[in-house]
């Protein structure tokens, strides 16, 4: 059959998945009643004439106005060729003319209409054959719902009672959790990795639509409800309704997204710690470890003593909140509890950077009563440009560093950390192959290729530039989190006042200082 003629068939009811023969046999009656197709492929297949002969003759009959006799005269049983008559001896009406874009989107919305139920009737636990029985019977989407409702508190996944809530089986509830949250993260824009069996229905559902769901799924009817009386009850303090919990979990996974895709320069060079409290913790520096000694006369080993001393930070909480209200719902408003939640990821990054380079960039008193960068500690260098010299000046002094016992303990740079402004030149000087210097040929090696990893962060102001030993030979800075908790902290609350999903985000975080003998500045030039 061409596909056009069956585009025009779907269109007027014949459903999506009839076979070839139930196409010509619906085609058939349609030309009975006196509806025509004009576009092309009208015949009908060769053996097909017989049959329509046979429900032509078995429609004829006392009173029909049809004696069956103008079928056989030319074999194709065509009765809209334009030239029958009725009882009348006038012609019927010409075939209105065929509505290309009208047809494909009756097409479109029947297809819909289809994955929609079969969806429904997934999340519900429902075989695929119900659900194209509820095709075949062309039921809506809505009268779908209504049927698969009923059938659950037939099974008794719903238990319902006189005066009381009623609860949905847990299997099911799940799953539709699932398919919610999935279908709202995909309508969001969120990458979903095997989305949950039903999740493209909800894609395409307004928030009101899906706290009705919820409510109904509680065991709760909406019949009558408006939308702002739907909003508000799934919204209500003390509703068994998933829907405040759906919303919170979609902010909480889209607040995560935006967190970890927002860039970490600090995390390569600090250490990490856990924080089991808010009270102060100690950033202990160790001595170096005392010279290996002969055994004395008697075979014994000496005893190694070291010294410490530490510097004290406290991990401290920040956080907002926000009204997510019930006009933004039923608004459809899915921007507000995407975009905000984003927004929230972001400022939670921020937080961490802006402690870490602050260390930095503050230069604080340290223990000893000296700025962390001084002369005193050996790690503030005489102002030059980033080139090759003024690098190997730096570096030589950092590797000159003593311990607490006085030992040279030979530290390595392993980041060098500059402004913005320098990026690119920083990464010419250790990235090139050769040494990217006027006076030198091009086939000069340079010999600073792989041997720091530039790191440029807003936070530093030019011409200032920082070396940094890598944290597990000499941590300079270390950061903390409360009990683990390495992520932001998304909680809501139902409003009674303001009729709103009231969100919170909260992060637990510090960090402080520890050794300077693993940083080294040159104020630049």
């Known amino acids: 059959m061409h596909p056009k003629l069956r585009a025009f068939l779907e269109a007027n009811g014949l459903r999506a998945g009839a076979t070839e023969q139930e196409a010509w046999e619906h085609y058939r009656k349609m030309r009975a009643d006196g509806v025509e197709y004009s576009g092309p492929e009208r015949a009908e297949p060769d053996g097909a004439t017989g049959a329509a002969r046979s429900a032509a003759g078995a429609r004829s009959g006392p009173g029909s106005g049809d004696d069956g006799a103008d079928d056989g005269a030319d074999g194709d049983g065509d009765a809209g060729d334009g030239n029958s008559r009725d009882d009348s001896g006038s012609a019927p009406p010409a075939a209105p003319p065929v509505d290309a874009d009208a047809i494909a989107a009756a097409v479109r919305a029947e297809r819909q209409r289809c994955q929609e139920i079969e969806d429904a009737c997934a999340v519900a636990g429902i075989d695929q054959a119900r659900a194209r029985q509820m095709i075949d019977r062309g039921m809506t989407i809505d009268e779908a719902r209504a049927e698969i409702f009923q059938e659950l508190r037939r099974r008794g996944a719903i238990g319902a009672g006189a005066g009381r809530t009623v609860g949905v089986g847990r299997e099911s509830r799940d799953k539709l959790r699932d398919a919610i949250r999935d279908g709202l993260s995909l309508r969001a824009g969120m990458e979903v990795e095997n989305p949950a069996a039903g999740a493209r229905e909800f894609r395409s559902r307004a928030l009101h639509e899906i706290a009705r769901e919820c409510i109904e799924h509680a065991g709760i009817s909406t019949r009558g409800m408006s939308r702002l009386q739907v909003v508000g009850r799934a919204l209500a303090s003390g509703s068994t309704s998933d829907f405040p919990q759906l919303m919170s979990g979609l902010v909480n996974r889209t607040l995560l997204a935006a967190y970890n895709e927002w860039p970490q320069t600090w995390r390569p060079f600090v250490a990490v710690g856990d924080a089991n409290d808010f009270k102060d913790m100690h950033a202990i520096k160790m001595s170096e470890a005392p010279d290996l000694m002969e055994l004395n006369e008697n075979g014994e080993y000496r005893t190694a003593s070291f010294s410490d001393s530490g510097e004290t930070y406290r991990v401290v909480t920040k956080g907002r ?45 340290m223990s000893d009563g000296k700025h962390f960068f001084s002369t005193d500690h050996r790690n503030l260098g005489t102002a030059s440009a980033l080139d090759s010299s003024g690098l190997a000046a730096d570096r030589a002094a950092m590797r000159k560093q003593r311990g607490m016992s006085g030992a040279t303990i030979d530290v390595t740079p392993a980041f060098l950390v500059v402004a913005v402004e320098q990026e690119l030149d920083a990464e010419i000087l250790l990235r090139s192959a050769a040494l990217p210097d006027d006076n030198k040929s091009s086939g000069v090696y340079n010999p600073w290729a792989g041997k720091l990893t530039p790191i440029a962060d807003p936070h530093i102001t030019s011409p200032n530039r920082y070396l940094l030993a890598h944290p597990n030979q000499f941590p300079a800075i270390e950061v903390a989190y409360l009990m683990g908790e390495t992520q932001p902290f998304v909680d809501e609350e139902l409003d009674f006042d303001s009729d709103a999903l009231k969100i919170k985000v909260r992060h637990d975080f510090g960090a402080g200082l520890v050794d300077w003998i693993g940083a080294y500045k040159n104020p630049g030039a």
């Not at 933004?328 to 921007?335: F, G, H």
């Not at 975009?339 to 990054?349: E, Q, V």
């Open 321 to 365: 909140t926000v009204a997510l209200t019930r006009q933004m719902i039923i608004n459809d408003d899915l921007r507000a509890f995407t975009r905000i939640p984003r927004l929230f990821g972001a400022a939670a990054r921020r937080m961490e950077a802006d402690a870490v380079y602050s260390l930095l960039t503050a230069d604080p008193i």
